[in-house]
Antibody
Framework: EVQLVESGGGLIQPGGSLRLSCAAS????????MNWVRQAPGKGLEWVSL???????YYADSVRGRFTISRDNSKNTLYLQMNSLRAEDTAVYYC?????????WGQGTLVTVSS | QTVVTQEPSFSVSPGGTVTLTCGLS?????????PSWYQQTPGQAPRTLIY???TRSSGVPDRFSGSILGNKAALTITGAQADDESDYYC??????????FGGGTKLTVL
């Protein structure tokens, strides 16, 4: 059974850093394209980042230069390193597997950026 | 800046048919944008309905279908049920590796 479990969210001050993790089971992360998608409170979905199976990475303009997507194949885990956090980064962050389109989503982890 | 457009809200009667659309601020949506559709109820993670224009995700009933209608992607729900009342999001693949979500459509079944 495919499962994605995010962790690492919490309350962080503006300018701070946080690393989100997404532990995958039931499939091999390195064999799929993997995304991070976020949703601010009461708002719609926003695509954040993508990593190809080859390791190539892509980012939304809103996070490029501040966020880094990566994976650890030995742990079958996807990561999102978030630096220079801003209030507008407050959101639930979902990891999502892509297979012709996003087919599986995690349950999300809440990141709150506030002083 | 590419903007993906969706109707902010829509209503349908139980048993009725509704078509939600997903367009571009400039240009036409084609299968090359790999339109996908997601359903989300409050407090829950999104659920994938349709990807690559018209491929139904595993377990999704066949009353949900995807297509290209004119210059937009479309999600059609036939025989609407009360539990279809949700937010629906589309996403388009822009330039191959950038995904842009639409603002979502709040569907009311009444």
């Amino acid at each position: 059974e495919v499962q994605l479990v995010e962790s690492g969210g919490g309350l962080i001050q503006p300018g701070g850093s946080l690393r989100l993790s997404c532990a995958a089971s039931g499939f091999t992360v390195s064999s799929y394209w993997m995304n991070w998608v976020r949703q601010a409170p009461g708002k719609g979905l926003e695509w954040v980042s993508l990593i190809h199976g080859s390791g190539s990475t892509y980012y939304a303009d809103s996070v490029r230069g501040r966020f880094t997507i990566s994976r650890d194949n030995s742990k079958n885990t996807l990561y999102l390193q978030m630096n220079s956090l801003r209030a507008e980064d407050t959101a639930v962050y979902y990891c999502a597997r892509e297979n012709g389109g996003i087919d599986f989503w995690g349950q999300g982890t809440l990141v709150t950026v506030s002083s | 800046q590419t903007v993906v457009t969706q109707e902010p809200s829509f209503s349908v009667s139980p048993g009725g048919t509704v078509t939600l659309t997903c367009g571009l601020s400039s240009g036409s949506v084609s299968t090359n944008y790999y339109p996908s559709w997601y359903q989300q109820t409050p407090g829950q993670a999104p659920r994938t309905l349709i990807y690559s224009t018209n491929t139904r995700s595993s377990g999704v009933p066949d009353r949900f279908s995807g297509s290209i209608l004119g210059n937009k992607a479309a999600l059609t729900i036939t025989g609407a049920q009360a539990d279809d009342e949700s937010d629906y999001y589309c996403v388009l693949y822009i330039g191959g590796d950038v995904r842009v979500f639409g603002g979502g459509t709040k569907l009311t079944v009444l």
